[in-house]
Nanobody, 127 residues
Framework: VQLQASGGGLVQAGASLRLSCLAPGRDFSSHVLAWFRQAPGNEREFVATMSRSGGTVRYATSVSGRFTISRDNGKNTGYLQMNSLKPEDTAVYYC?????????????????????WGQGTQVTVSS
């Protein structure tokens, strides 16, 4: 599954952005979806994840209440709506996908739980 992330940009604190993750030509509905981010000098960190059906989601504490993960399986696309952005949200954002394995729920916040990755999209939030 090749993933194409888009929607990043430069915004001021308090603004909103919506990231998209397109998985063309694949059965997107059979895969779990996740978003991670990586700031300069930091490790890639978990942001949000969603099950195949969309019925199970989880967010990092730092974004809970501000970010919303969603998916449109008919369009083979996942989304990350980011509201009330803060300078500390500045990072390259990556979408990821993979089969919903039996142990996915236990490891879903780890990068190793996902087989496919997008190229990343830069989000910069100025103060």
């Amino acid at each position: 599954v090749q993933l194409q992330a888009s929607g990043g940009g430069l915004v001021q604190a308090g603004a909103s952005l919506r990231l998209s993750c397109l998985a063309p030509g694949r059965d997107f509905s059979s895969h779990v979806l996740a978003w991670f981010r990586q700031a300069p000098g930091n490790e890639r960190e978990f942001v949000a994840t969603m099950s195949r059906s969309g019925g199970t989601v989880r967010y990092a504490t730092s974004v809970s209440g501000r970010f919303t993960i969603s998916r449109d399986n008919g369009k083979n696309t996942g989304y990350l709506q980011m509201n009330s952005l803060k300078p500390e949200d500045t990072a390259v954002y990556y979408c990821a996908a993979g089969p919903q394995r039996s142990d996915w729920y236990a490891y879903r916040t780890r990068t190793t739980a996902y087989d496919y990755w997008g190229q990343g999209t830069q989000v910069t939030v100025s103060s």
